[in-house]
């Protein structure tokens, strides 16, 4: 009888076919944070951007490629942003590049006023600008796709189509866990609406407010929540700016016609004191990856606190008073 009912437990507790784990590489940790909370727990995410780094000018390691060429699904954006991640040759199937899925926003790059004149793809003539020509060659090999501004991520509406498209993926490495990733997908897309709809809540009675950040990494944020960003301080996040620019933003700051300066932290403080020093202009940091609001351990912050913390950051600089 013991015996018995020791095989009864046995088969009580045995669990039903464990779904396979899968590997999972992204290149920049906004993805990461769509797409984690889609994922069984032995499953893989591996991110190849160094926390803290910035992704412009990132160069792939060799432990970055064996990443990549071991992974089931590598996912990137897709655009001269992560042009490092895309270098590497794999199976179309096993690629998902955001900007290539259907119904993906594309913005312009930003010109006139203090943005860069002339558009974002044409080098300024007095700077040499690498970034420029990163963005003129990757226009050159794909002459298919206009160019267009490259942070497609800070898009609430491009995210939802990435966890989609990620969730059909996911569905078809693991089928036998289909139903609960398709149930996963539906509750983390709703609490991204709930976390969108406190963002307009948060931001909409500043979207009047001059601001300059300190690179054109917030365009589809700001378009997203009707926000007045008028210019950056670089042209390209590694090259600093002329003393010609810097001058013609402190005018613009002195006019009274900055209230707020957002920096960032991929970047040392000093690349936005030139403008600031001696102004009275309120600052605050913006971080495009998310990582400094990742929680502590994590790599990387999920998409609905990454939106929720760039909009408090905002908030926290368009609030301040000056005395
Ligand atoms: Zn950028």
Known sequence: MK???????????????????????????????????????????????????SPHGFQLKPSHLQALHTSDLVITVGTPVDA??????????????????EGI?????????IWQKGGHVHADEHEHDEHHEHEQQAADSHKE??????????????ARILIQAASRKLQQL?????????????????????????NQTILNP?????????????????????????????????????????????????????QCIFKEPQFPEKRILAVTKGLEVNTETLDPM??????EGKQFSDYDLFIGELARHMQNCFEKKRD
């Open 3 to 53: 015996k018995l009912l020791g095989m009864l437990c046995g088969l009580w507790i045995l669990p039903a076919m464990p779904a396979k784990a899968i590997n999972i590489t992204v290149s920049v940790p906004p993805l990461a944070g769509m797409i984690a909370p889609l994922l069984d727990q032995d499953d893989e995410l591996q991110l190849l951007l160094t926390p803290g780094a």
């Open 84 to 101: 490092w991640a895309q270098k590497v040759k794999l199976p179309d199937g096993q690629t998902l590049r955001m900007a290539q899925l």
């Open 105 to 113: 926003e594309t913005l312009p790059f930003r010109a006139g006023g």
């Open 145 to 158: 796709l206009p160019p267009y501004d490259g942070h497609i991520w800070m898009s609430v509406d491009n």
């Open 174 to 198: 693991k089928p036998e866990s289909s139903a609960e990733i398709a149930q996963r997908t539906e509750d983390w897309l709703a609490k991204i609406s709930v976390q969108d709809v406190k």
């Open 206 to 258: 500043f979207q009047e407010v001059p601001f300059l950040v300190l690179h054109d990494a917030f365009h589809y944020f700001e378009h997203h929540y009707g926000l007045n960003g008028v210019g950056s301080i670089r042209l390209n996040p590694e090259i600093a700016p002329s003393l010609k620019r810097i001058l013609e933003l402190r005018a613009r700051v002195k006019a009274g016609e900055v």
């Open 290 to 295: 998310g990582v400094t609001y990742a929680p």
